[in-house]
């Protein structure tokens, strides 16, 4: 077997961290060498509830993790200014990033391939590693060739910091390839209470509900004369994301740009 594909995971206790650690340890081709958490810095990750048997250290400052430990792949799943921050330290020190982390603005993803690219490794941003929401998103890119009249339903569980989800931008982005920007709705309609119609991407709508129970769901509507369109995607776990994530990982050690969205790198 050709050497494990090394490892670092930050966000280990997180909800989708704790998934991709226990991933990594799964997978015969991964070795997990470290994690990164803002807190138990110098404490073994073996030492947390949840993670016995993983004999690797955490470290809170990122500069002395990727300092001390030699990996090739960083898997980021935190918030948007952490991760932002770690994306950038482990281009900068060669290691190649796979970033499930949502809300970065244009300018940092712009920011983080110029990087990429200057330093001639890959480094995936994909807003949704589940392979049910990637089809989720390109048949409504696909749709939309069709009917110009859309909006985006998203549904999360109340813990979400972001909205409107990652998920949802990148479907009004790919979209927006097959529409051209236009006002939807009544041309005189009034929001009698703020935010009623819902954000605004070229004026197509993305609603975002935020509910206890959810997991990560989304539903796409079509509408024309006589007929309407419905293309919706549920996650009812976070093992959903996993499959996508390990196909990152083996293909973002293939590439010297940033590719942003699994989409791209699925055949
Ligand atoms: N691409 C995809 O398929 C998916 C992406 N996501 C995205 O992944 C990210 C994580 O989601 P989820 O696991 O549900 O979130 P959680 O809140 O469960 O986990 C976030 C992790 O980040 C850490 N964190 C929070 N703030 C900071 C900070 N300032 N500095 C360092 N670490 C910090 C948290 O640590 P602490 O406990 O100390 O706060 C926690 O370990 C989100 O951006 C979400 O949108 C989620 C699901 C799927
Ligand atoms: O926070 C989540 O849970 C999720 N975040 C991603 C997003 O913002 O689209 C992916 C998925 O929807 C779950």
Known sequence: MANPIKIIVAGPRGRMGK??????????????????????????????????????????????????????????????????IHTKT???YGVRPVVGTTGFTKEE?????????????????????????????????????????????EMHHDQKLDAPSGTAVKTAEMISENRSSQKQGHHDEQETISGARGADYEGMRIHSVRLPGLV?????????????????????????FMSGVKVSVETVMTLNTLVYGLEHILD
């Open 216 to 240: 990560a769901h989304q539903q796409v509507l079509f509408g024309a004369d006589g007929q309407s369109l419905t293309i919706r995607h549920d996650s009812y776990n976070r093992a959903s």
């Open 19 to 84: 998934e991709a650690v226990m991933l990594v340890n799964n997978t015969p081709e991964f070795e997990l060498v470290a994690v990164i958490d803002r807190r138990n810095n110098g404490v073994m990750l073996s030492d947390l509830d949840g993670f016995s048997n993983m004999n690797v250290r955490i470290y809170s400052d990122v500069e002395e993790c990727f300092q001390n430990v030699e990996a090739d792949v960083l898997i980021d799943l935190t918030i948007p200014e952490t991760g932002y």
């Open 109 to 153: 993803l712009e920011e983080l391939k110029e990087l990429a690219e200057e330093k001639e490794i890959g480094c995936i941003i994909a807003p949704n590693f589940a392979i049910g929401a990637i089809l989720m998103m390109k048949f409504s890119q696909m749709a939309a060739k069709y009917f110009d009249n859309v909006e985006i339903i």
């Open 90 to 92: 482990a281009l900068s």
